[in-house]
């Protein structure tokens, strides 16, 4: 059974930050693409960081700077360290994986980040 789990969330105040982490099981960790998306309310979820099998990391302009993503292949985990944090960032993040040879992609359940004085 494939599971994603992300933990890290809440409550933090503009300027402050958080670390999201991502445990994954019932895949093939190093071998997946890891990603985090965010949605905030009523609005669509986009692409915030992706880190490759290769260790290869892209990020979304409005993150570029503030934000890091890394990966433990030995711990099967994936990290996202969060500075500088604003109101805007404020949405329901989602841990990602896509399988580099299958293309199978999979979700966490997501986990609240407020940003908020």
């Known amino acids: 059974q494939v599971q994603l789990v992300e933990s890290g969330g809440g409550l933090e105040q503009p300027g402050g930050s958080l670390r999201l982490s991502c445990a994954a099981s019932g895949i093939i960790f190093s071998r997946n693409t890891m990603a985090w998306y965010r949605q905030a309310p009523g609005k669509q979820r986009i692409l915030v960081a992706r880190i490759t099998t290769a260790d290869i990391t892209n990020y979304a302009d409005s993150v570029k700077g503030r934000f890091t993503i890394s990966r433990d292949n030995a711990k099967n985990t994936v990290y996202l360290q969060m500075n500088s944090l604003k109101p805007e960032d404020s949405a329901v993040y989602y841990c990602?994986?896509?399988?580099?040879?299958?293309?199978?992609?999979?979700w966490g359940q997501g986990t609240q980040v407020t940003v908020s004085s």
């Open positions: 990602n994986s896509r399988g580099i040879q299958s293309g199978v992609e999979r």
